[in-house]
């Protein structure tokens, strides 16, 4: 009974290491496989990954030509509009320096008339000052002619002596 002991376990062992190798290989083989698969799941996932991040680059260069010539689009328009601008103004400025230069000369045209006006009325106003200061000298010398006459009317009176009126003149009733 005491080589049972040693035999049975041999056996087992052999029977075990037997089936443990059948297994190992089928074991192995399907690792190999899994392996494989997962490598070809990776491969294709990489592959994927790959295809998405060019697609996504692709998008992001497309996005950021689109974005640039937006940008340079605005900034043409920009651009022409500021030139526009400029131009506008530059053509208003050169119609105010003409209408400036038209006015200018009008004004010293209107403001020598006027001093030429100016001049005209103060002679005028001077003449009718002399009218005046003469009429009112006539007038004086008139008056003085009138008392003048009535002065000497009164002296011939008293020398002959003749009233006017009946009455002594300078005589008390």
Do not use: C
């Amino acid at each position: 009974m005491n080589k049972l002991y040693v035999i049975v376990p041999i056996l087992l062992l052999i029977a075990f290491s037997g089936v443990y190798v059948m297994h190992s290989k089928d074991a192995a083989a399907q690792a190999a496989f899994a392996a494989a698969e997962a490598e070809q799941r990776a491969a294709a996932e990489a592959a994927k990954k790959a295809e998405a991040e060019r697609q996504a680059r692709e998008d992001a260069d497309r996005r950021a030509a689109e974005r640039l010539a937006e940008e340079r689009r605005k900034e043409e328009e920009k651009t022409a509009r500021w030139e526009a601008t400029s131009r506008q103004i530059a053509e208003d400025t050169a119609g105010f320096l003409v209408q400036f230069e038209r006015l200018g000369t009008e004004a010293r045209e209107l403001e020598a008339r006027l001093a030429s006006l100016r001049s005209e009325r103060d002679r005028a106003s001077q003449a009718a000052f002399d009218l005046a200061k003469e009429i009112e000298a006539a007038r004086i010398a008139k008056r003085n002619a009138e008392l003048e006459i009535q002065r000497l009317v009164e002296m011939t009176a008293r020398r002959s002596g003749t009233t006017l009126g009946g009455t002594l003149i300078g005589a008390n009733p």
